[in-house]
């Protein structure tokens, strides 16, 4: 009769579990730390500001037009206003958020701080006219990108967008959504009194 040790037969069992609970364990951690990892990247996320996206426009040449105007005869070019400091927003009557921002449109332009130049972007031209006569003007002017080639030219991701341009022709800043009135006094203003020296 062999000897055999009955703790040693009862150990092997044991150890079969430790091992299967070892293995669930390790599996465990697996998605536990891609959860962790995700909510790390969407905290950091979350402290930038979606306005303020990196364009590869800024510090470059405003692309080139010529368009018709909104109202009136004529039609307008970035040429137009060479040695001169504006601003160029992008708007349309079916947007929602041009809503939300126009009336700080309309507190700038009675600052006449510099040109602020609208640009109707895909847009039928009956509806961005009744649309400013509804809701008011702040446009020095208002040229209409119908099809929206120049909107592609400057990298419109949306509108609204609005641009600063500087005396040089040179992008110096662009806003990615409705202005608001602390973007307005804490970047816009300062920007342009700044460039304006």
Same mark, same amino acid.
């Given at each position: 009769?062999?000897?055999?040790?009955?703790?040693?037969?009862?150990?092997?069992?044991?150890?079969? %579990?430790?091992?299967?609970?070892?293995?669930?364990?390790?599996?465990?951690?697996?998605?536990?730390?891609?959860?962790?990892?995700?909510?790390?990247?969407?905290?950091?996320?979350?402290?930038? @500001?979606?306005?303020?996206?990196?364009?590869?426009?800024?510090?470059?040449?405003?692309?080139?037009?010529?368009?018709?105007?909104?109202?009136? %005869?004529?039609?307008?070019?970035?040429? @137009?206003?060479?040695?001169?400091?504006?601003?160029?927003?992008?708007?349309?009557?079916?947007?929602?958020?041009?809503? %939300?921002?126009?009336?700080?449109?309309?507190?700038?332009?009675?600052?006449?701080?510099?040109?602020?130049?609208?640009? @109707?972007?895909?847009?039928?031209?009956?509806?961005?006219?009744?649309?400013?006569?509804?809701?008011?003007?702040?446009?020095?002017?208002?040229?209409?990108?119908? @099809?929206?080639?120049?909107?592609?030219?400057?990298?419109?991701?949306?509108?609204?967008?609005?641009?600063?341009?500087?005396?040089?022709?040179?992008?110096?800043?662009?806003?990615?959504?409705?202005?608001? %009135?602390?973007?307005?006094?804490?970047?816009?203003?300062?920007?342009?009194?700044?460039?304006?020296?």
């Amino acid at each position: 009769m062999t000897g055999t040790n009955p703790e040693s037969d009862m150990s092997q069992p044991e150890s079969v %579990e430790v091992r299967k609970s070892a293995r669930f364990n390790v599996w465990f951690l697996v998605p536990l730390g891609v959860f962790v990892g995700l909510a790390l990247f969407m905290g950091l996320g979350l402290q930038h @500001d979606p306005h303020e996206v990196p364009s590869p426009f800024i510090g470059k040449p405003a692309p080139s037009f010529r368009l018709p105007l909104l109202e009136g %005869e004529g039609t307008f070019s970035p040429a @137009d206003y060479r040695g001169k400091v504006w601003m160029l927003n992008v708007w349309a009557s079916w947007c929602v958020s041009c809503r %939300e921002e126009h009336p700080i449109l309309l507190k700038y332009a009675r600052l006449h701080q510099v040109p602020l130049v609208g640009l @109707d972007y895909k847009d039928d031209p009956d509806a961005g006219r009744k649309w400013v006569d509804q809701y008011g003007n702040p446009y020095t002017l208002t040229a209409m990108d119908q @099809d929206g080639r120049v909107g592609i030219d400057y990298g419109v991701y949306g509108v609204p967008e609005t641009y600063v341009i500087d005396g040089n022709g040179v992008i110096r800043y662009k806003q990615i959504g409705p202005i608001t %009135e602390d973007v307005l006094q804490k970047t816009l203003l300062p920007l342009l009194e700044k460039l304006q020296k």
